[in-house]
């Protein structure tokens, strides 16, 4: 994530789960793909857990980032 203001960045991981045991990859050989069926008629949601890698020393700032997500229907 970098940092609106000093432009720093913090490290951190997506997980699957909320205990973070099951982590999203971070590049296209270590991508987890998550199954799902639909019926059309209604939505359907997958939850996304962060967690922010300990030891850093970035400054108090607000961070951000874009993760982008592709779907295959």
Do not use: C, E, H, W
């Not at 909320?18 to 019926?39: C, D, E, H, W, Y």
């Not at 209604?42 to 982008?68: E, F, K, R």
Request: proline letters at 4%; zero cysteines.
């Amino acid at each position: 994530m970098k940092g609106a203001n000093q432009a720093q960045y913090l490290a951190y991981n997506l997980f699957q789960d909320g205990a973070g045991t099951q982590r999203f990859g971070n590049s296209v050989t270590a991508q987890r793909l998550i199954g799902q069926t639909g019926l059309g008629a209604t939505a359907n949601s997958i939850p996304v857990y962060g967690s922010i890698v300990a030891g850093q020393s970035a400054p108090a700032d607000v961070y951000s980032d874009t993760v982008p997500i592709t779907v295959y229907y």
